[in-house]
């Protein structure tokens, strides 16, 4: 594993991808991020015999995101970030696709996971957000992370997925291992390569004997529909309908999962912004778009260039990598005032601020985004309107030990009931 990063990126002899990754598991990263950004915002070296580049900036990353000559490159196999094109982690599905088959996959997709089956989810998600809150306000202190950002996205997948409550936790603990095993297998110990092959494995059969049975009692769930589109047209292989199942599942929860605890943390550190929101909940949405861009869940967007091109006059060449320093584009002082301040109003003037890439751009753009951003919005109204008191306590969160997508382990923190005074 690589050592911990010094303060100074530009006195450290590694490669600054892997002083990056460091700085990911760490409680600051952006400092480090900005060091990078700073020295060389397109930063290329030779790792494992392949040129990878660093892209820090705003402008830089919004080009790469949207120009065609990057993708993916699993097919053909030109990946520099699994030179071997091993993807055993079954995520090949739309994450590792380019066109045409990432079109026809996300076209499929999109006539089930419809901006109308998300929006029919929200009086059951305030419904159990609001019993989550019910516990944790009646206990006083909790584990946030345990006690409301897991336990809400893990039950709206389920259940969109169509796997039965008991399900659940072993769901969690599969998505748990595949989304640690998205960083590079150089970041990874024997022991979590192996275990994420393993996950993939059981959550394949899980999903081969869930089709078995939508296929004689088919439901209005995920799975159902997408069996549905493979059986009418063959328009999807049952592999692709397996694959999708497991991208469904993984993108559908760590990602949330991080941007609600991560928000939770931003408002306890930064009262003046939590008595914002409760003086106008309305400001809900925009704050869920600044939580976004002040600590994204996703840290880095990899892409393979799939034919020669330029980027702000550097020349990338086929087989090459770019990989997308999202925490640091996000935090570009180029196009964002005050980058580093966490601001909830950010996102709600008019025009409103620059978009930052937490959900991506382009054609890969995060099919879940507006199941993320509903989740998040009700959590933080009802979290606004009935909490009085939400403090740190005890021990320092914890930062999981991952890089790619960043989130915290632990979130002590204290609760109590909204005091609305007389009348």
């Known amino acids: 594993m690589p050592t911990a990063p010094t303060s100074d990126p530009t006195s450290d002899r590694r490669p600054p991808l892997l002083v990056a990754f460091d700085a990911a598991r760490q409680a600051d990263p952006y400092p480090i991020y900005r060091a990078i950004r700073e020295a060389d915002p397109l ?37 520099p970030f699994r030179p071997d094109g091993d993807a055993d982690d079954g995520l090949e599905s739309l994450l590792r696709t380019d066109p045409p088959d990432h079109t026809r996959l996300r076209r499929l997709v999109s006539r089930t996971f419809t901006a109308g089956t998300v929006a029919a989810l929200a009086p059951d998600i305030a419904s159990l957000v609001t019993g989550l809150l019910d516990v944790a306000l009646e206990a006083g202190e909790v584990d946030a992370v345990k006690a409301l950002a897991r336990p809400v996205p893990l ?72 069996v549905a589109v493979h059986l009418t047209d063959d328009a999807l292989t049952q592999s692709e309908v397996l694959a999708l199942c497991s991208v469904l599942l993984v993108a559908g929860l760590e990602t949330t999962v ?33 939580m976004l861009r002040h600590d994204s869940p996703v840290q880095f967007i990899p892409r393979t260039v799939l034919r020669d091109t330029e980027i702000a006059g550097r020349g990338f060449s086929r087989g090459e990598g770019a990989l997308v320093l999202v925490g640091s584009a996000n935090r570009d002082p180029e196009v964002f005032d005050q980058p580093d301040r966490f601001v909830v109003t950010r996102y709600a003037g008019s025009p409103p601020a620059v978009r930052h890439f937490s ?23 009802l979290l606004v309107e009935r909490t009085g008191e939400l403090t740190l306590i005890g021990s320092p969160p914890t930062y999981l030990n991952q890089s790619i997508i960043r989130g915290l382990g632990t979130l002590p923190v204290r609760l109590t009931t909204r005091d609305r005074g007389p009348g």
């Open 43 to 79: 930063a290329g070296y030779e790792l494992a015999g392949r040129r990878l580049t660093l892209v820090a900036r705003h402008g830089d990353t919004a080009a790469v995101l949207q120009d065609p000559a990057f993708g993916h490159g699993y097919q053909p196999n030109i990946s």
């Open 155 to 226: 039950r709206m997948i389920c259940r969109l997925l169509g796997v039965p409550a008991a399900d659940e936790t072993i769901f969690g603990e599969w998505a748990q291992v595949l989304i640690r095993g998205i960083d590079p297998d150089f970041l990874l110990t024997p022991d979590q390569v192996a275990g994420r092959r393993r996950a993939a494995r059981e959550l394949d059969a899980y999903f081969r004997d869930l089709i078995v049975r939508v296929r004689a009692r088919p439901g209005t769930d995920l799975v159902s529909q997408l």
């Open 258 to 290: 991080n941007l609600i605890s991560g928000g939770i943390l931003a408002l306890a550190r930064h009262p003046d912004q939590l008595a914002l929101l409760r003086a106008d909940p309305a400001l809900v949405p925009s704050a869920v778009e600044e």
């Open 359 to 381: 959900f991506g751009l382009g054609i890969h753009y995060c099919l879940g985004a507006p199941l993320a951003r509903l989740e998040a919005a009700i959590i933080f109204r």
